[in-house]
DNA sequence: CCAGACGTTGTT
DNA sequence: GTCTGG
DNA sequence: CCAGACGTTGTT
DNA sequence: GTCTGG
């Protein structure tokens, strides 16, 4: 459901969006996958200030150890106050993911359509998530996160049964101090305003990061030649 | 999420 | 088919 | 007590 | 680290 996602603002959208500093940069993303370092905002020392962060997708928990593989992308909102693998996260390491879009694939017969999905202004959102801590092999502390999911909305059950959790802006410090329960998060409105297009198969190549992975896609038509 | 690999031996 | 890497 | 697992998705 | 299965 929710393996791919972009960010296709520049620096100053998000740090207007947001109302904080992205101090790193940040360059417009198309394809954002699994394993790859992004910014994520948490509540700073103070508990009353947004701050941002670089972490890497696929949350591996504190105390997994040796070579331990991408860890865990989405964790069912459902179910992460208990699974052992995000519960000490679920209430202490909260995160909001920068985001403007995510894709899903659709199997359609033999075939697997990549769809785009986004709010109709392309405005910025914030995906729920959680973070942990680990050591690598290499003994180096690395910090990773997971983007929660729930049951789709209707608008966008023709495509999927799950969607990625997103919080509203009213929602952000209640999200992030631990005070938002589960009803807080379901309660999002906003998703029942995303809408969807079909999008060409150049997303599918990991590591190609360019505009065209979100550019409108009509299935080619079978020419007999004539 | 998709793409790409999918193994063994001996040696340190 | 199933796992790993991105 | 110790050993072993600890996740999600979709598909059949 | 913490829970479940044996």
Redesign the pocket.
Known sequence: ????YTLTKSQKELQQFFGVDFPMGFSPRYNI????TLPVLSLDDSGNKLMVSLMRW?LI????EG?V??G?????SE??AE??????AFRHRRLLIPANGF?????EGKE?E?YYINFPKNELFAFAGLWDVHQTPQGKRQETFTIL?AQANPNLQDL???MPVIVEPDAYNAWLSGDADHASIFRAPLSAQLTFHRVG?AV????FDAPECIAFYEKPQLSLGF
């Open positions: 459901m929710c393996g791919r996958g699994p394993m790859q696929g928990p504190h105390w997994a070579v593989g991408a865990h992308i989405n964790a069912r179910t992460v699974k052992p693998a995000f519960k000490d894709f899903e694939w659709r199997q697997k990549a999911t999927h049964h799950r198969p599918n190549r990991v590591g």
